[in-house]
């Protein structure tokens, strides 16, 4: 019996590739690369689209085997170990800008002083019980939670879009494209959400539909990104800078609506709750890569030690999200980069060595 | 055995978790009374130093609903030493989350940028930035005593005028928001909306006692803001403008305008002092070229920049004088004005830039008042806008804009997006004609606008 099942899966696509997206890093990308860093963001989304394709196309053809049992059947313990590590490190970054960006979010729009600890024990147990239950667990509360999810997200956009000037979207690279991409690498950490899609293998029913079903999933996912940017674009042209917690900055814009009171809050902790699902998942995805490459059958024990990792984590960091966001366009960042070609030259190539060992056989 | 111990390791450190939060929880003060709910800031400046007025909202617990507002203020070298003071003095945190107007006043004219005044705000976590910010013609603090004393609702009255500003053909889009947008935008140039402080105060003795829990304490060195006032009554009314002298050589008049007035009665002990004031917003706004307060426009001179303008602003009254034909003589012709559209073209003639703008306004007939309708009733001219009006309308239209385009040209300023829109349309031809002038900061001296006006009735 499969761990997901396919409608499940499709939303955890969804919601991953989009939730953190939608915190800090418009303000980020718009306030110096401008509206055409919005569009050179297609660049990453094609290549994230390419890849989901070619793993399930993996998937289909390997139904019963998950990742990490392809790479070591073809590679060995040594290369599938190393390639968990940097999967285990990016999963575990991911985490921290998620836990920092909501914890920020938190404390910039409902409390006044809440100590990152409080936070985060709760976050803690709630994320240690879902990672060691499994795929299952995740599943399951996304599929009850995602309406609402995508409601809260849906009011926040609309909202928006009452009173906004399209026209903020022009010119297109009228002043070239170095400063927009230099923004878009600079904060590539952000993206490849996808990688989550890689911890499916084995966990999802591959059938010949769900390759249209997940370009479609992550297709939508993607227009939705872009609306989302190009919307919180036309509505802080130049002010981008200053809005740093996006969806909560997109439904302030009706000085009518704010003169009700702030009901927006209502969409914005919604859509909390799917980053923290998020946070979950990428915590999961680092479950399982430590588990591959520490070899610990105990689950329990090794989700106990993810938790303690990603909890000594952000206490080095002090769950600042600023000092996180600088340690993202740091060096560090270029780890995207090496999972991005690694994901794209060896998935293709392990199949093929795969086949040929088993021919051989 | 081994699930059951780890569900017992969990379940434990979830009983430690509570049992150590849980009391601590109980003990802490509610989050909410360590707060100053600020519904309004207003800022003056005397001498080097700011003064800072907020007003607060004061809940109080009753039966019923209730709230009162008090207005405190202190002195600071900055805002935020000033806000910061206040905070010291009424012992609690100042919460900006339900902030949604800041009034500047007139001692702050000579700010040479007046930005630094809003980067505290816009820095602030809980303040909206589309909270409404307004110039007065006097101190901040006495208009932001005045919409506490007009009405219940407090600052409510006052913001449901400049709320919907924007909306309309003579006013300006007074947010905070849009301040910064221009602020950093390339034309560099911000608008907010002026509002009229009428007022007079009468200092009578009186025995009576009023229930007042509008009370104002000293913020900083003893500054007394006044006594306790309760609000007696309330209006607001739509009074008529007058026309700038400037303007009075044109047959047209707006209708726009909305003011509130307040009179106000409070006694502590055996002394009272009445306040009546009204605060008007005639439409005038003030304009701030890269922060620095460079003219104050009235409603007509506003409204030729509207009528071109790629704002919301559609709605309106506009005046017709003297109109004559078949059927009217010497009338004056009030049309409402239901919606405006503008479509722009922007091209450049012998290497300057020319903006062709299509205004198409769709329109209805209001009033005719003229000293006989013999004749008249009956026709379509009593119903319908005959040509002469849609004529001397489309002279108008055409007439305010020209003129605004001479003020705009006067002061150097872009408020039509000239910059931004070129940018936008036809960067590369715009980025040449920026090299070619002597002083790419002139732009405006070159423009031309070229208006069509098409006016559609509204029946």
């Known amino acids: ?60 053809k390997f139904p019963n085997k998950t990742i990490n049992q392809l790479m070591v059947e073809t590679f060995g313990n040594f290369y599938a170990g190393f390639i968990n590590i940097s999967f285990f490190v990016f999963f575990m970054l991911k985490s921290i800008l998620n836990f920092s960006e909501t914890y920020s979010f938190f404390l910039g729009t409902l409390y006044d002083e809440i100590s990152p600890f409080v936070y985060a024990v709760p976050l803690f147990l709630v994320a240690y019980m879902a990672i060691s239950q499994g795929l299952r667990t995740i599943g399951r509360t996304t599929e009850l939670l995602f309406f609402p999810i995508i409601f809260g997200l849906s009011v926040s956009m609309i909202i928006g879009v009452s009173s906004i000037d399209f026209s903020n979207l022009l ?77 909560s900055e997109m439904t302030q814009s009706t000085p009518n609506l704010t003169n009700l009171g702030r009901i927006d809050w209502l969409t914005i902790m919604i859509w909390t709750i799917a980053s923290i699902i998020q946070t979950i998942i990428f915590m999961y995805c680092a479950l399982e890569s430590f588990i591959n490459f520490t070899h610990i059958k105990n689950r329990r024990l090794s989700a106990f030690i993810t938790i303690i ?39 293709p190539l392990n199949v093929y060595f795969y086949k040929k060992k088993v021919r051989k056989k | 055995m081994k699930k059951t111990s780890v569900r017992k390791i969990i379940y434990l450190f979830l009983l430690i978790f509570v049992l150590i939060f849980t009391p601590q929880a109980f003990a802490l003060p509610h989050q909410i009374s360590n707060k100053a709910i600020i519904l309004a800031i207003g800022i003056d400046k005397a001498d080097t130093q700011y003064e800072v007025s907020a007003q607060l909202l004061v809940p109080k617990n009753q039966k019923g609903f209730s709230e009162n507002y008090s207005i405190i203020s202190a002195f600071g070298n900055t805002i935020s030493l000033a806000l910061n003071k206040l905070e010291l003095n009424i012992g609690k945190q100042l919460g900006l989350a339900h902030t949604n ?11 040479e940028n007046i930005f630094s005044i809003f980067d505290f ?22 208009l932001l005593q005045l919409t506490t004393d007009v009405n219940e609702s407090s600052v409510n009255s006052l913001q449901e005028i400049v709320i919907l500003n924007d909306r ?45 829990d509008n009370s104002q304490s000293s913020g900083d060195g003893g500054q007394s803001s006044g006594n306790s006032e309760l609000p007696i009554s309330q209006s607001s009314e739509n009074s008529q403008n007058k026309r700038p002298a400037s303007k009075n050589s044109s047959n047209t008049q707006s209708s726009q305008q909305a003011s509130s007035s307040a009179e106000t009665d409070s006694s502590s002990g055996s002394q009272s002092s009445q306040t009546k004031g009204q605060f008007e917003n005639d439409g005038s706004t003030i304009i701030y070229k890269e922060g620095k307060k460079v003219a104050t426009f009235n409603s007509y001179e506003y409204r030729g920049i509207n009528w071109i303008s790629d704002t919301y602003a559609k709605k309106g009254f506009v005046e017709l004088y003297d109109v004559n034909d078949e059927y009217l003589t010497d009338a ?50 009593y119903y319908n806008l005959s040509n002469s009006i849609k004529e001397e309308l489309r002279v108008l239209v055409q007439r305010e804009v020209q003129e605004s385009l001479a003020l705009l040209k006067e002061y150097n300023i872009d408020l039509v997006k000239v910059y931004e829109n070129y940018y936008k349309y036809k960067p590369k031809k715009w980025k040449e004609y920026l090299n070619n002038v002597d002083d790419d900061e002139n732009y405006m001296q070159d423009l031309l606008i070229l208006t069509e006006v098409v006016i559609n009735e509204f029946n």
């Not at chain 1, 002043?175 to 927009?180: E, F």
Request: proline fraction near 2%; aromatic fraction near 16%.
């Open chain 1, 1 to 60: 019996m499969k761990e997901l099942t396919t409608r499940q899966s499709l939303m955890l696509v969804f919601l991953s590739a989009t939730a953190s997206k939608f915190f800090m890093l418009p303000s980020n990308l718009l306030s110096k690369g401008g509206h055409d860093s919005v569009y050179l963001m297609f660049i990453f989304f094609i290549i994230e689209v390419l890849i989901i394709m070619t793993v399930v196309r993996i998937a289909t």
């Open chain 1, 171 to 247: 010119p297109v690279f009228a002043d070239g494209l170095s400063t927009p991409f230099e923004q878009v690498q600079k904060n590539m950490l952000w993206f490849g959400d996808f990688f989550v899609f890689l911890f499916f293998f084995k966990n999802v029913k591959f059938d010949k539909t769900y390759c249209k079903k997940i370009f479609f999933t992550f297709l939508s996912a993607v227009l939705v990104i872009i609306s989302f940017f190009l919307i919180f674009h036309c509505l802080y042209p130049y002010s981008a800078e200053f809005h740093r917690y996006a969806i």
């Open chain 1, 309 to 347: 990792i990603l909890g000594a984590s952000i206490f080095i960091f002090n769950a600042n999200v600023q000092e996180v966001s600088l340690i993202f366009q740091s060096t560090l960042r270029w780890i995207f980069v090496y999972l991005l070609i690694g994901s794209f030259t060896l998935l």
């Open chain 2, 101 to 111: 107007m800041i009034i500047l006043s007139a001692s702050l004219d000579e700010e």
């Open chain 2, 121 to 142: 705000f816009i820095r602030d976590r809980e303040l909206g930035n589309y909270a409404l910010i307004m110039h007065t013609d006097k101190t901040a603090k006495e």
């Open chain 2, 168 to 212: 309309y053909i003579y006013g300006v889009d007074s947010t905070l928001n849009n301040f910064i947008n221009g602020y950093f935008s390339p034309s560099k140039t911000g608008q907010i909306a002026d509002i009229t402080v009428i007022s007079e105060s009468e200092d009578s003795t009186s025995g009576i006692s009023s229930l007042s």
């Open chain 2, 332 to 381: 004056d012709i009030v049309v409402n004005i239901y919606d405006r559209k503008v479509n722009k073209q922007y091209n450049f003639i012998e290497g300057k830039p020319v903006m062709k703008c299509k205004i198409t306004l769709t329109v209805s007939l209001k009033q005719i008042i003229q000293s006989s309708y013999d004749g008249l009733l009956g026709t379509d001219s």
